[in-house]
């Protein structure tokens, strides 16, 4: 009997069964296997007491993305040689809205990476409360070390196939590792030169041509944002406790400069190479020169550190520090579960993910044992793509709201991605944030789908 008639038979789907097929589906792409783990755990006990969902077998469509495109981009490099890259997008479900989702520039982006992006950023744009699918995309390019003609002359050659498939009512792409300001600027230029449209068909963009203020601030600080709902909610606040980060990318720099902001002690950031350890915490100014080395300048975080005086451990994450709340924001699976038994013992009571997915599957199980508070990325880095959604909104008005409002509005959102967690995350008491993400996410685009019918 093969897997489909076995769960066309079933009165209710096991787990096991679900995940079998989806392994056997999609061979050597362990994170999408993983990231489609941890929502069927969550949500397959939830679809077995709502047989509307079983029967039309929502999940295992919402696994398979409705369009892959794989492309080729040739480019030249400063000495004139032809460099080759892969490029792809990922448009994975547009039930709620045009597809939505970072860009990724670096040599480990592979089918499997974008896969697990593009599925684990449904769920989330779904939770931000805004009309937004999906989608992911990238490179195995590596932007570092490259010259910024031939970062431009990438993204150029990258953007003359995207552009066909891309679109403001279609699919809207933004930032992510690898893409900043600089890359989306490029993007963008050649963009509105191969349609001769000015739309606002990519987030992330220069508050000159149509970006929204607090875009680039969005992630980091949303991710402390929602670490201050869940400490409310247990009434506590942040005031006064230390908190590791990981990173000193976007997502890492803004998390540090709100938790500066709001009287935490921020003691570690970190790269590829090693991190940094401040005892005394970082402050708004050490930052503000971190960001120059990093983002300007694109030198390691160990030349800040011999320019300050501070200590630098070469080679290590920095978990092993202790601290009252982690915020990892730098990539997947860099919590291990060695990692994630460490924090713990060392009394960390909040895990708020930055980076997506960043913790693995028996080290996010640990977490949920000991009901900390720990907040997911597809809920707690969803302050990204919530002001993408509110740049999208400003660039259809024509208009552009202020820091403040949009400030204002981040922080909306992201308590009512915390209340939608409280309101499907019971579990005897306390909040699984995990199970309480996946669940509300899966609600409202599986709803939409069923509106749909078989399609
Ligand atoms: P950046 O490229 O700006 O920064 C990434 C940071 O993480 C850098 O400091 C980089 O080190 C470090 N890093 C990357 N890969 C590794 C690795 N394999 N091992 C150790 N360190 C690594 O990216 P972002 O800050 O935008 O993204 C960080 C995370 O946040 C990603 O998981 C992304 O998907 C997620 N995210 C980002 C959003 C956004 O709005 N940008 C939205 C939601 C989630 P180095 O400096 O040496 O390159």
């Given at each position: ?21 989806i ?8 994170e ?63 039930a709620?809205?045009p ?24 769920f ?35 953007m ?6 891309i679109?403001?009512f ?27 449209e ?53 997502v ?21 190479h090693?991190y ?26 160990s ?111 992201m ?5 939608q ?9 306390t ?19 069923l ?5």
């Open positions: 009997m093969s897997s489909t008639q076995v769960q066309a038979s079933a009165q209710t789907l096991s787990v096991e069964s679900f995940m079998a097929e392994a056997q589906q999609n061979p050597a792409q362990p999408f296997i993983q990231a489609v783990h941890e929502v069927a755990e969550k949500v397959i006990p939830f679809i077995n007491a709502n047989p509307k969902y079983l029967n039309a077998r929502i999940l295992r469509r919402m696994t398979e993305a409705d369009r892959i495109i794989i492309f080729r981009i040739s480019w030249q490099d400063d000495a004139g040689q032809v460099q080759v890259n892969r490029g792809y997008r990922v448009q994975f479900n547009n709620i809205g597809y939505k989702g970072g860009l990724r520039f670096d040599p480990s982006v592979n089918l499997g990476v974008l896969k697990f992006l593009g599925f684990e950023q449904i989330k744009n779904a939770l931000t409360t805004l009309p937004m699918g999906g989608a992911k995309g990238g490179s195995n390019f590596n932007p570092k070390g490259k010259s910024d003609a031939e970062v431009m002359r990438f993204c150029q050659a990258y003359t196939e995207l552009f066909r498939h679109g403001h279609v699919d809207v792409p933004a930032g992510d590792i690898g893409v900043g300001g600089r890359e989306v600027s490029y993007l963008f230029g050649q963009y509105k030169r191969l349609t001769n000015f739309t606002g068909s990519l987030t992330g963009k220069g508050l000159s041509f149509g970006g929204s203020a607090i875009r680039m601030e969005a992630t980091g600080y949303g991710a402390v944002y929602f670490a201050k709902e869940m400490m409310a909610h247990r009434q506590m606040s942040m005031e006064g406790k230390v908190a590791t980060v990981s990173g000193s990318g976007n890492a720099l803004y998390a540090a400069e709100k938790l500066v902001q709001l009287g935490a002690k921020v003691v570690t950031l970190s790269d590829r090693g940094i350890y401040d005892e005394q915490g970082l402050t708004l100014e050490k930052l503000a020169q971190i960001n120059d080395i990093k983002t300007n300048q694109r030198r390691p975080l030349d800040y550190a011999k320019a300050a005086g501070c200590e630098y451990v070469e080679g290590q994450r920095p978990w092993g520090v202790a601290c009252d709340m982690a915020f990892p924001c730098a990539t997947q699976n860099e919590i291990s579960v060695e990692e994630a038994k460490t924090l713990l013992a060392n009394g960390c009571q909040v895990v708020s993910e930055g980076a997506n997915m960043p913790t693995v599957a028996e080290g996010a199980k640990l977490f949920e044992e000991a009901k900390i508070m720990y907040g997911p990325g597809k809920a707690a880095n969803a302050g990204g793509v919530a002001i993408s959604g509110i740049e999208m909104t400003q660039n259809s008005m024509r208009l552009s709201w202020t820091r403040e409002e949009v400030d204002q509005k981040l922080q909306e959102i308590a009512s991605i915390h209340e967690c409280v309101e499907y995350g019971d579990d005897g008491g909040v699984n944030y995990v199970k309480g993400a996946n669940i509300a996410g899966f609600v409202k685009v599986a709803d939409t789908m509106a749909y019918g078989v399609v």
